[in-house]
């Protein structure tokens, strides 16, 4: 499984860096997003360093449909029952700014912070 040393979602995947965990397995961690634009936003990654969707393989297909499956049973799971937002920032147009594929998952009751 590849890993960037100086990405900052490999290291909270690594444990480098403290995050708020809501889910861990084989290939997938999830955790809550430090400056979160709703009351309840985490995100998901695979635990492979994978910049950009730009950078999903075939191979990845199977990964990219846990994570949509996962993601409305972790909002059902932190009290998010009336909708959600789902987003994935790709590039510089797109802008992502942490070169890690991550979806964001945003819900909770309004008004948000942002969105
Ligand atoms: P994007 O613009 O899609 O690349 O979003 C990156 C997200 O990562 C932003 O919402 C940041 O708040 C979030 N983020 C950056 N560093 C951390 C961190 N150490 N722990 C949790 N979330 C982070």
Redesign the pocket.
Same mark, same amino acid.
């Given at each position: 499984m590849s890993h960037d040393p100086n990405c900052?979602f490999c290291k909270?995947v690594a444990g480098k860096?403290p995050?708020r965990k809501v889910h861990e397995d084989s290939e997938l961690f999830g955790?809550h997003? +430090?400056?979160p634009w709703a009351p309840v936003h985490f995100?998901l990654i695979p635990k492979q360093h994978i910049a950009t969707l730009y950078d999903v393989e075939d191979a990845h297909q199977a990964m990219l449909g846990r994570m949509l499956r996962l993601a409305p049973r972790l909002a059902l799971e932190l009290g998010v029952a009336n909708g959600f937002r789902t987003l994935i920032?790709t590039g510089e147009d797109g802008?992502?700014? +942490?070169q890690h594929l @991550?979806m @964001?998952v945003m819900g909770g009751p309004r008004p948000w912070a942002r969105g």
């Open positions: 900052i909270i860096i995050s955790f997003d +430090v400056a995100l920032n802008r992502q700014e +942490v @991550h @964001h």
